[in-house]
Protein backbone atom coordinates (compact mmCIF):
# COMPACT_ATOMS: atom_id res chain seq x y z
CA UNK A 1 0.00 0.00 0.00
CA UNK A 2 1.29 3.75 -0.59
CA UNK A 3 2.11 5.48 2.34
CA UNK A 4 3.29 8.99 1.44
CA UNK A 5 3.16 11.47 -1.84
CA UNK A 6 6.37 12.03 -3.70
CA UNK A 7 6.19 15.58 -2.43
CA UNK A 8 5.50 15.07 1.64
CA UNK A 9 8.53 12.51 1.13
CA UNK A 10 10.75 15.82 0.00
CA UNK A 11 8.98 17.94 2.86
CA UNK A 12 9.84 15.16 5.60
CA UNK A 13 13.56 15.35 4.33
CA UNK A 14 13.63 18.85 3.46
CA UNK A 15 14.97 18.11 0.04
CA UNK A 16 13.43 19.30 -2.87
CA UNK A 17 10.39 17.58 -4.97
CA UNK A 18 12.47 17.16 -8.41
CA UNK A 19 15.36 15.28 -6.31
CA UNK A 20 13.26 12.68 -4.94
CA UNK A 21 11.60 12.12 -8.19
CA UNK A 22 14.95 12.24 -9.74
CA UNK A 23 15.55 9.05 -7.33
CA UNK A 24 12.84 7.08 -7.90
CA UNK A 25 13.36 7.50 -11.68
CA UNK A 26 17.05 6.26 -10.54
CA UNK A 27 15.17 3.12 -8.60
CA UNK A 28 13.30 2.17 -11.54
CA UNK A 29 9.62 4.52 -10.35
CA UNK A 30 8.09 6.61 -12.26
CA UNK A 31 6.29 8.98 -9.88
CA UNK A 32 4.75 12.28 -10.04
CA UNK A 33 5.20 14.85 -6.96
CA UNK A 34 1.92 14.12 -6.04
CA UNK A 35 1.77 10.76 -6.52
CA UNK A 36 2.54 8.40 -3.43
CA UNK A 37 5.14 5.68 -2.92
CA UNK A 38 4.82 2.35 -0.37
CA UNK A 39 6.71 2.32 2.57
CA UNK A 40 9.81 0.04 1.07
CA UNK A 41 10.37 2.32 -1.75
CA UNK A 42 10.00 5.68 1.01
CA UNK A 43 12.54 3.41 3.09
CA UNK A 44 15.08 3.13 0.26
CA UNK A 45 14.79 6.81 -0.90
CA UNK A 46 15.19 8.27 2.50
CA UNK A 47 18.35 5.71 3.01
CA UNK A 48 19.69 7.16 -0.58
CA UNK A 49 19.20 10.56 0.96
CA UNK A 50 21.21 9.57 3.85
CA UNK A 51 18.84 9.92 6.64
CA UNK A 52 17.74 7.03 9.14
CA UNK A 53 14.02 5.97 8.41
CA UNK A 54 12.18 3.96 11.67
CA UNK A 55 10.14 1.01 10.39
CA UNK A 56 6.78 1.22 12.58
CA UNK A 57 4.97 -1.66 11.00
CA UNK A 58 5.19 -3.66 8.05
CA UNK A 59 3.43 -1.07 5.73
CA UNK A 60 4.39 1.96 7.06
CA UNK A 61 7.69 3.95 8.15
CA UNK A 62 8.27 6.73 10.75
CA UNK A 63 9.90 9.90 8.38
CA UNK A 64 11.21 13.18 8.86
CA UNK A 65 11.93 13.18 12.67
CA UNK A 66 15.83 11.03 12.04
CA UNK A 67 18.00 13.19 10.84
CA UNK A 68 20.55 11.89 8.57
CA UNK A 69 23.49 9.12 10.21
CA UNK A 70 26.03 10.13 12.77
CA UNK A 71 29.70 9.48 10.96
CA UNK A 72 31.92 7.34 12.55
CA UNK A 73 34.33 9.59 13.64
CA UNK A 74 32.08 11.64 15.96
CA UNK A 75 30.98 8.62 17.47
CA UNK A 76 32.36 7.58 21.07
CA UNK A 77 31.56 4.84 23.56
CA UNK A 78 28.78 4.71 25.49
CA UNK A 79 26.82 3.11 28.44
CA UNK A 80 24.93 -0.44 28.09
CA UNK A 81 21.57 -0.34 27.94
CA UNK A 82 20.32 -3.44 29.55
CA UNK A 83 16.75 -4.96 30.05
CA UNK A 84 15.89 -7.97 32.47
CA UNK A 85 13.66 -10.88 31.94
CA UNK A 86 12.83 -13.87 32.80
CA UNK A 87 10.14 -16.25 34.58
CA UNK A 88 7.79 -14.42 37.03
CA UNK A 89 9.39 -15.14 40.65
CA UNK A 90 12.61 -15.57 39.71
CA UNK A 91 14.02 -12.33 40.90
CA UNK A 92 13.50 -9.45 38.11
CA UNK A 93 12.69 -6.69 40.34
CA UNK A 94 14.65 -8.07 43.28
CA UNK A 95 17.93 -8.12 40.94
CA UNK A 96 17.01 -4.67 40.05
CA UNK A 97 16.69 -3.22 42.83
CA UNK A 98 19.73 -4.49 44.32
CA UNK A 99 21.44 -3.48 41.46
CA UNK A 100 20.19 -0.22 41.88
CA UNK A 101 21.44 -0.25 45.60
CA UNK A 102 25.10 -0.64 44.48
CA UNK A 103 25.26 2.87 42.30
CA UNK A 104 28.10 4.42 44.21
CA UNK A 105 26.55 7.68 43.59
CA UNK A 106 23.50 7.10 45.22
CA UNK A 107 25.33 5.65 48.18
CA UNK A 108 26.78 8.73 48.55
CA UNK A 109 23.59 10.67 48.80
CA UNK A 110 22.18 8.73 51.16
CA UNK A 111 19.66 6.27 49.13
CA UNK A 112 17.63 6.31 46.11
CA UNK A 113 13.80 7.35 46.54
CA UNK A 114 13.19 8.13 42.74
CA UNK A 115 11.42 5.32 41.05
CA UNK A 116 11.33 6.00 37.17
CA UNK A 117 11.26 3.57 34.65
CA UNK A 118 14.70 3.54 34.02
CA UNK A 119 17.64 3.91 35.84
CA UNK A 120 21.81 4.20 35.69
CA UNK A 121 24.14 2.38 37.65
CA UNK A 122 27.58 4.27 38.26
CA UNK A 123 30.61 1.86 38.74
CA UNK A 124 33.62 2.22 41.11
CA UNK A 125 35.86 3.18 38.14
CA UNK A 126 33.34 5.43 36.08
CA UNK A 127 32.05 3.13 34.22
CA UNK A 128 27.57 3.43 34.08
CA UNK A 129 25.50 0.67 32.68
CA UNK A 130 21.68 1.59 32.27
CA UNK A 131 18.85 -0.53 33.56
CA UNK A 132 15.18 -0.87 31.88
CA UNK A 133 13.18 -1.12 34.63
CA UNK A 134 10.35 -2.04 32.99
CA UNK A 135 11.12 -6.35 32.63
CA UNK A 136 7.74 -7.17 31.63
CA UNK A 137 7.60 -8.72 28.05
CA UNK A 138 4.60 -7.60 27.15
CA UNK A 139 6.42 -3.73 27.57
CA UNK A 140 9.32 -5.36 25.65
CA UNK A 141 7.18 -7.00 22.95
CA UNK A 142 4.98 -3.67 22.51
CA UNK A 143 7.78 -1.23 21.70
CA UNK A 144 9.47 -4.09 19.34
CA UNK A 145 6.15 -4.24 17.85
CA UNK A 146 7.02 -0.29 17.26
CA UNK A 147 9.88 -0.73 15.77
CA UNK A 148 11.76 0.42 18.72
CA UNK A 149 14.95 -1.28 19.99
CA UNK A 150 16.23 0.47 22.99
CA UNK A 151 17.94 -2.69 24.75
CA UNK A 152 21.79 -3.66 24.19
CA UNK A 153 21.18 -7.04 25.89
CA UNK A 154 18.82 -8.74 28.10
CA UNK A 155 20.08 -10.68 31.06
CA UNK A 156 17.81 -13.59 31.54
CA UNK A 157 17.32 -14.24 35.54
CA UNK A 158 16.41 -17.94 36.08
CA UNK A 159 15.82 -19.42 39.91
CA UNK A 160 18.24 -22.09 40.28
CA UNK A 161 15.76 -23.68 42.06
CA UNK A 162 13.26 -23.55 39.74
CA UNK A 163 14.92 -23.99 36.66
CA UNK A 164 13.80 -22.65 32.83
CA UNK A 165 10.54 -22.00 32.97
CA UNK A 166 8.05 -21.04 29.70
CA UNK A 167 8.33 -17.28 30.71
CA UNK A 168 12.54 -17.99 30.06
CA UNK A 169 11.98 -19.47 27.31
CA UNK A 170 9.43 -16.52 25.91
CA UNK A 171 12.66 -14.55 27.19
CA UNK A 172 15.12 -16.10 25.07
CA UNK A 173 12.95 -16.29 22.17
CA UNK A 174 12.49 -12.38 22.16
CA UNK A 175 16.14 -11.65 22.73
CA UNK A 176 16.63 -14.07 19.34
CA UNK A 177 14.67 -12.75 17.75
CA UNK A 178 15.55 -8.96 18.31
CA UNK A 179 19.37 -10.10 17.47
CA UNK A 180 20.23 -9.18 21.35
CA UNK A 181 22.69 -11.10 23.50
CA UNK A 182 21.75 -12.67 26.66
CA UNK A 183 23.55 -13.16 29.94
CA UNK A 184 22.67 -15.65 32.55
CA UNK A 185 21.83 -14.51 35.92
CA UNK A 186 21.64 -17.60 38.04
CA UNK A 187 19.28 -16.31 40.80
CA UNK A 188 18.74 -17.66 44.20
CA UNK A 189 22.05 -19.45 44.99
CA UNK A 190 21.74 -18.74 48.39
CA UNK A 191 19.27 -21.41 48.96
CA UNK A 192 20.29 -24.38 50.34
CA UNK A 193 21.04 -27.65 47.63
CA UNK A 194 19.98 -25.51 44.66
CA UNK A 195 22.06 -27.04 41.52
CA UNK A 196 22.77 -24.02 39.30
CA UNK A 197 24.97 -26.44 36.65
CA UNK A 198 20.92 -27.88 36.00
CA UNK A 199 20.21 -24.49 34.48
CA UNK A 200 23.07 -24.76 32.43
CA UNK A 201 22.29 -28.03 30.92
CA UNK A 202 18.78 -27.01 30.85
CA UNK A 203 19.26 -23.71 28.49
CA UNK A 204 21.50 -25.81 26.07
CA UNK A 205 18.47 -27.41 25.18
CA UNK A 206 16.93 -23.88 24.15
CA UNK A 207 20.23 -23.29 22.18
CA UNK A 208 21.51 -20.94 25.08
CA UNK A 209 25.32 -22.22 25.20
CA UNK A 210 26.99 -20.97 28.18
CA UNK A 211 30.55 -20.42 28.20
CA UNK A 212 31.34 -23.42 30.63
CA UNK A 213 29.92 -25.83 28.25
CA UNK A 214 31.56 -24.21 25.16
CA UNK A 215 29.48 -21.60 24.01
CA UNK A 216 29.43 -17.52 24.49
CA UNK A 217 27.02 -16.80 26.89
CA UNK A 218 28.23 -15.70 29.81
CA UNK A 219 26.77 -17.29 32.78
CA UNK A 220 27.13 -14.92 36.65
CA UNK A 221 25.75 -16.96 39.69
CA UNK A 222 23.92 -14.79 41.94
CA UNK A 223 21.99 -13.78 45.17
CA UNK A 224 19.32 -10.73 44.54
CA UNK A 225 18.82 -11.19 48.26
CA UNK A 226 22.02 -11.77 49.71
CA UNK A 227 23.79 -9.27 46.97
CA UNK A 228 26.17 -12.01 45.99
CA UNK A 229 28.57 -11.59 42.99
CA UNK A 230 26.36 -8.36 41.85
CA UNK A 231 30.04 -6.74 41.14
CA UNK A 232 30.29 -9.83 38.63
CA UNK A 233 27.17 -9.75 36.85
CA UNK A 234 28.12 -5.48 36.27
CA UNK A 235 31.49 -7.01 35.25
CA UNK A 236 29.72 -9.52 32.94
CA UNK A 237 28.13 -6.56 31.54
CA UNK A 238 30.65 -4.16 30.58
CA UNK A 239 32.47 -6.88 28.95
CA UNK A 240 29.41 -7.58 26.56
CA UNK A 241 28.98 -4.24 25.93
CA UNK A 242 32.70 -4.14 24.91
CA UNK A 243 32.40 -6.50 22.74
CA UNK A 244 29.44 -4.90 20.90
CA UNK A 245 31.67 -1.74 21.19
CA UNK A 246 28.45 0.37 21.58
CA UNK A 247 28.69 4.00 20.40
CA UNK A 248 27.34 7.68 20.18
CA UNK A 249 27.15 10.82 18.64
CA UNK A 250 27.46 13.06 21.63
CA UNK A 251 27.59 16.74 19.60
CA UNK A 252 24.01 16.69 18.00
CA UNK A 253 20.20 17.47 18.73
CA UNK A 254 19.25 14.28 20.85
CA UNK A 255 17.13 11.75 19.75
CA UNK A 256 15.94 8.87 21.16
CA UNK A 257 12.93 6.77 22.97
CA UNK A 258 10.20 6.94 25.21
CA UNK A 259 10.08 4.16 27.86
CA UNK A 260 6.85 5.35 29.87
CA UNK A 261 4.92 8.28 30.52
CA UNK A 262 2.04 9.71 32.82
CA UNK A 263 -0.12 12.64 33.39
CA UNK A 264 1.62 14.21 37.01
CA UNK A 265 -1.21 16.11 38.61
CA UNK A 266 1.10 18.72 39.45
CA UNK A 267 3.52 18.36 36.77
CA UNK A 268 1.50 17.55 33.85
CA UNK A 269 2.52 15.05 31.04
CA UNK A 270 5.78 13.20 32.30
CA UNK A 271 7.53 11.31 30.02
CA UNK A 272 10.28 8.55 30.97
CA UNK A 273 12.63 9.05 27.90
CA UNK A 274 16.26 6.85 26.88
CA UNK A 275 18.63 9.66 25.27
CA UNK A 276 20.16 7.06 22.77
CA UNK A 277 21.85 9.73 20.80
CA UNK A 278 23.30 13.51 20.84
CA UNK A 279 22.73 15.39 23.87
CA UNK A 280 19.20 16.52 25.33
CA UNK A 281 19.26 20.08 26.72
CA UNK A 282 16.58 21.86 28.99
CA UNK A 283 15.04 24.30 26.78
CA UNK A 284 14.70 22.31 23.69
CA UNK A 285 11.96 21.75 21.20
CA UNK A 286 11.01 17.69 21.84
CA UNK A 287 9.21 15.96 19.39
CA UNK A 288 7.48 12.93 21.17
CA UNK A 289 5.18 10.56 19.33
CA UNK A 290 2.52 12.86 18.40
CA UNK A 291 3.03 15.30 21.12
CA UNK A 292 5.68 18.13 21.31
CA UNK A 293 6.88 20.79 23.95
CA UNK A 294 9.64 22.86 24.65
CA UNK A 295 11.24 21.11 27.53
CA UNK A 296 10.70 22.89 30.87
CA UNK A 297 12.42 20.29 32.91
CA UNK A 298 14.75 17.56 32.89
CA UNK A 299 14.64 15.36 35.71
CA UNK A 300 17.16 12.63 36.07
CA UNK A 301 17.10 9.22 37.83
CA UNK A 302 17.86 9.98 41.11
CA UNK A 303 15.20 12.72 41.33
CA UNK A 304 17.95 15.60 40.38
CA UNK A 305 16.88 18.35 37.75
CA UNK A 306 20.03 18.47 35.14
CA UNK A 307 20.53 21.13 32.13
CA UNK A 308 21.88 18.18 29.52
CA UNK A 309 22.24 14.73 29.36
CA UNK A 310 24.07 13.03 26.60
CA UNK A 311 23.70 9.34 24.95
CA UNK A 312 22.10 6.13 27.43
CA UNK A 313 20.90 8.28 30.12
CA UNK A 314 17.34 7.72 31.25
CA UNK A 315 15.27 10.63 32.52
CA UNK A 316 12.25 12.19 33.07
CA UNK A 317 10.99 15.04 30.55
CA UNK A 318 8.57 18.01 30.93
CA UNK A 319 7.29 20.29 28.72
CA UNK A 320 4.90 18.17 26.35
CA UNK A 321 1.92 19.27 25.34
CA UNK A 322 0.51 15.85 25.73
CA UNK A 323 1.35 12.40 26.92
CA UNK A 324 3.23 10.47 24.22
CA UNK A 325 3.19 6.13 23.76
CA UNK A 326 5.90 4.32 24.88
CA UNK A 327 8.30 3.28 22.34
CA UNK A 328 7.54 6.49 20.53
CA UNK A 329 10.36 8.20 18.99
CA UNK A 330 11.47 11.56 20.55
CA UNK A 331 13.61 14.02 18.60
CA UNK A 332 14.83 17.47 18.90
CA UNK A 333 13.95 19.76 16.30
CA UNK A 334 15.49 23.18 15.24
CA UNK A 335 11.96 24.89 15.84
CA UNK A 336 8.56 25.52 16.84
CA UNK A 337 7.05 25.49 13.61
CA UNK A 338 9.07 22.28 13.03
CA UNK A 339 7.51 21.00 15.78
CA UNK A 340 4.23 21.25 14.92
CA UNK A 341 4.31 20.37 11.62
CA UNK A 342 5.76 16.85 12.80
CA UNK A 343 2.94 16.82 15.95
CA UNK A 344 0.00 17.83 13.45
CA UNK A 345 1.06 14.96 10.59
CA UNK A 346 1.24 12.41 12.92
CA UNK A 347 -1.87 13.17 14.79
CA UNK A 348 -3.44 13.12 11.08
CA UNK A 349 -1.73 9.83 10.81
CA UNK A 350 -3.02 8.41 14.16
CA UNK A 351 -6.58 9.43 13.44
CA UNK A 352 -6.72 7.66 9.67
CA UNK A 353 -5.39 4.65 11.52
CA UNK A 354 -7.93 5.08 13.78
CA UNK A 355 -10.63 5.18 11.58
CA UNK A 356 -9.46 2.63 9.65
CA UNK A 357 -9.46 0.36 12.08
CA UNK A 358 -12.90 1.57 13.34
CA UNK A 359 -13.75 0.76 9.36
CA UNK A 360 -12.69 -2.95 9.62
CA UNK A 361 -14.08 -3.69 12.81
CA UNK A 362 -17.42 -2.19 11.24
CA UNK A 363 -16.46 -4.84 8.59
CA UNK A 364 -16.36 -7.86 10.63
CA UNK A 365 -19.86 -7.09 12.41
CA UNK A 366 -21.41 -7.02 9.54
CA UNK A 367 -19.64 -10.05 8.45
CA UNK A 368 -21.15 -11.65 11.58
CA UNK A 369 -24.25 -10.32 11.54
CA UNK A 370 -24.99 -11.66 7.94
P1 LIG B 1 10.02 -11.27 39.83
O1 LIG B 1 8.61 -11.75 39.72
O2 LIG B 1 10.89 -11.97 38.84
O3 LIG B 1 10.16 -9.78 39.78
O4 LIG B 1 10.56 -11.79 41.25
P2 LIG B 1 10.72 -10.97 42.61
O5 LIG B 1 11.91 -10.11 42.59
O6 LIG B 1 9.43 -10.33 42.95
O7 LIG B 1 11.04 -12.18 43.60
C1 LIG B 1 10.14 -13.24 43.83
C2 LIG B 1 10.40 -13.86 45.18
O8 LIG B 1 11.69 -14.42 45.22
C3 LIG B 1 10.35 -12.84 46.32
O9 LIG B 1 9.75 -13.45 47.42
C4 LIG B 1 11.81 -12.56 46.60
O10 LIG B 1 12.06 -12.18 47.93
C5 LIG B 1 12.45 -13.89 46.29
N1 LIG B 1 13.85 -13.75 45.86
C6 LIG B 1 14.32 -12.95 44.88
N2 LIG B 1 15.64 -13.08 44.76
C7 LIG B 1 16.03 -13.99 45.68
C8 LIG B 1 17.30 -14.56 46.05
O11 LIG B 1 18.35 -14.23 45.53
N3 LIG B 1 17.28 -15.50 47.05
C9 LIG B 1 16.13 -15.87 47.67
N4 LIG B 1 16.22 -16.81 48.61
N5 LIG B 1 14.95 -15.35 47.36
C10 LIG B 1 14.87 -14.44 46.37
MG1 LIG C 1 8.68 -8.30 39.41
Same mark, same amino acid.
Given at each position: ??????????? *??????????????????????????????????????????????????????????????????????????????????????????????? *????????????????????????????????????? *???????????????????????????????????????????????????????????????????????????????????????????????????????????? *???????????????????????????????????????????????????????????????????????????????????????????????????????????????????????
Amino acid at each position: PEVITVQELAN *RMAARGGEVVKALFRMGVMATLTQSIDADTAELVVQEFGHRARRVADNDVELGLVGPADADDTMTPRPPVVTIMGHVDHGKTSLLDALRKTDVAA *REAGGITQHIGAYQVNLPDGERVTFIDTPGHEAFTAM *RARGASVTDMVVLVVAADDGVMPQTIEAIRHAKAANVPLIVAVNKIDKPGVNPARVQQELLSHDVVVEDLGGDTQVVLVSAKEGTNLDKLLEAIILQAEVLDLRAAVD *RPAEGTVIESRLDKGRGPVATVLVQRGTLRQGDIVVAGAEWGRLRAIVDDKAKTVKEVGPSAPVEILGLSGVPGAGDVFTVVENEARAREISEFRTAKLREKAVAALGAGRGTLAEMLA
